[in-house]
């Protein structure tokens, strides 16, 4: 190189009818038994949900994401206090301990997998609760589809959810107008995520492709200013690892390794590792490089754009 290379199976409660062969036997459920049969299951369920469930009993839903949110009002004691005085307002049972928090907790994560979403979801299973409680709905779900299927999952067990601040008001699907706007509401969110993500890829596009900074340090670059210039001797790197790659066939590994020997290091000086390998030689913004003029020395290599990007 040129430069440094540096889920209740139940029971069946049946009369067994006498075998047909020692070889076999078969349990039916008959009419006189299958009261016994109904019975025995209700019993069951109710141990699942109550042999009533509590309509005024509720759980709580509160998360944050970011130091941000926190300053925007949306901090996990701001909600919990709206929480409570909502629950007090309708008369509803919310004790303190009934409040699930999930803290640092992205809503790209589905509720129910997230950790204080999944135990409050079996609170919600194992007890008599009626109501589940959110200051705002993107604190509970992360796209329609999730919303959709969170309000029908706990309708059918006679569950609704109230949304405290909806533009001011409040939402909750006890009624079929409150799921309708629920579920519009939700549509509408995911319209706006995705218009802002569309925009988002534009922009980056732009200053991408006009060499402008987009991201922190990138290993074959350098800052200057608000604009983004090739470092050649990183560069004459990344070629010479492209070019054991796609030409020699290296791994990333065996590569990661042979810089190691070398003595080059990371874009922050850290060791290279086979992924990082990898990553450097797919990235297809290195070929951004073209906009830019070559130093002397550059092409003295076999390795130098001996792979087009």
Same mark, same amino acid.
Request: hydrophobic share 35%; aromatic share 8%.
């Given at each position: ?25 078969? %349990?039916?459920?008959?009419? /006189?038994?299958?009261?016994?049969? /109904? ?26 994401? /970011? ?76 796209? %329609? ?13 006679? %569950? ?43 922009a980056m596009k732009h200053l991408k492709d006009n060499a402008k900074v987009f991201t922190g340090p990138i290993f074959g670059w ?41 003595? %080059? ?45």
């Amino acid at each position: 190189m040129s430069g440094p290379p540096e889920q209740l199976v139940e029971p069946s409660e049946t009369t067994a009818e006498p075998s047909v062969d020692s070889a076999s036997t078969r %349990v039916w459920t008959t009419s /006189s038994n299958a009261s016994a049969y /109904s019975n025995s299951k209700k019993s069951r369920i109710s141990n699942v949900f109550g042999n009533k469930k509590n309509k005024s009993r509720a759980v709580a839903y509160a998360r944050v994401s /970011s130091k941000r949110q926190a300053e925007e009002g949306v901090s996990l004691d701001a909600q919990v206090e709206r929480l409570l005085a909502y629950a007090e307002f309708r008369g509803l049972e919310l004790d303190p301990e009934d409040i699930y928090i999930d803290d640092g907790i992205s809503a790209a994560i589905h509720l129910w997998s997230r950790p204080a979403g999944r135990k409050m979801r079996e609170t919600i299973y194992q007890e008599r609760v009626g109501h589940v409680l959110a200051l705002k709905m993107d604190r509970l779900f992360r796209d %329609v589809q999730d919303c959709l299927g969170s309000v029908d999952e706990l309708r059918g067990i006679g %569950v609704d959810i109230h949304i405290l601040d909806q533009d001011g008001g409040t939402l909750d699907t006890s009624t079929s107008m409150g799921r309708f706007f629920l579920t519009t509401i939700a549509s509408l969110a995911e319209l706006e995520r995705g218009q802002i993500s569309e925009r988002t890829k534009i922009a980056m596009k732009h200053l991408k492709d006009n060499a402008k900074v987009f991201t922190g340090p990138i290993f074959g670059w350098d800052r200057q200013g608000d604009n983004i210039v090739p470092n050649w001797r990183e560069q004459d790197i990344i070629d010479y690892m492209r070019h054991r790659h796609y030409v020699q066939g290296w791994s990333g590994n065996r590569i990661a390794k042979h810089l190691d020997e070398l003595g %080059v290091k990371g874009k922050l000086g850290g060791s290279w590792t086979s992924s990082m390998v990898l990553r450097t030689c797919r990235y297809e913004f290195h070929e951004t490089r073209r906009m830019f003029e070559h130093p002397e020395w550059w092409g003295k290599e076999p390795y130098h754009d001996s792979v087009d990007f």
